[in-house]
């Protein structure tokens, strides 16, 4: 997996993905379309499954609105913290194979992967204050010197790959992208205007933000636990130790789960959160 999203490598190869942390503390998830049109495609969470609310954006959702859509131009609006990478090459290709238009809208962040995925649009705009943000491979990885080396080997035809994305948008020679990917580059809508990336500024109306957002501030926290876990068990492990820690806060509490909702342990209860960062504190260890 390269580095739109983080990702981790584990002795089979298996790679999974993570929004970065830069990417999650940059990402409001109640930025939505003012106005979605009835040939619209909304990616407004992590690209890939998301274990936290079943939800998240698969190539799989993407196809089947492009099914109910046609051969019709479409507007793909985008805000998303990024994620899986496959999934997100998977949905540019897709995007790239439509026969109609494809008018990107950039509502409040393309970041890693959705960033990929915002680079199939015919036409892009981006709202002034919103952020597209690219960068590199970015692994969790175990092993001696020569696992490093290898590891290193494995991931460079995917920084390649995403370049030549960025490349084939922007304009820019391969040297520059790959020099902006190297330091993970953030962009104002401006700026990425002023390299390529994107062709113009979204209207002010276009973009509102909504009362509420269920899959978004709520689950950052759980995101962000998650990371830390990760680093030490891997992704898998990392979220059925979160899983666990909140059935096991659930019945501490004396809070029916249909009552739980993510978050809820970072503000609504202090022995909750005692809990989770007793969670913490052991994972570290």
Known sequence: MARPGKIRLNANRKITALSTEGALDRWNPRAKAATEAPASISIYEVIGEDPWTGGG???KRIDAALRSIGNNDVTVNINSPGGDVFEGIAIYNRLREHQGQVNV????????AASIIAMAGDTVE???SSFLMIHNA?????????????VADFLEPFDRALADVYVARSGQDLATVQSAMDVETWMSGSQAIEQGYADSLLAADEVVEADSADSGEDVKALRRL???AAKEVGRSTAVDLVKSAIDQAVKISGMSESSWKPGMSDSADPELASIFAGLLETIRA
């Open 126 to 128: 981006i709202g002034a």
């Open 226 to 228: 998650e990371r830390i």
């Open 138 to 150: 970015w692994v969790l990885a175990v092993g001696n010197r020569h696992d490093m080396r290898e």
């Open 105 to 112: 809208k950039v509502l409040g962040l393309a970041a890693s």
């Open 57 to 59: 954006v698969t190539v």
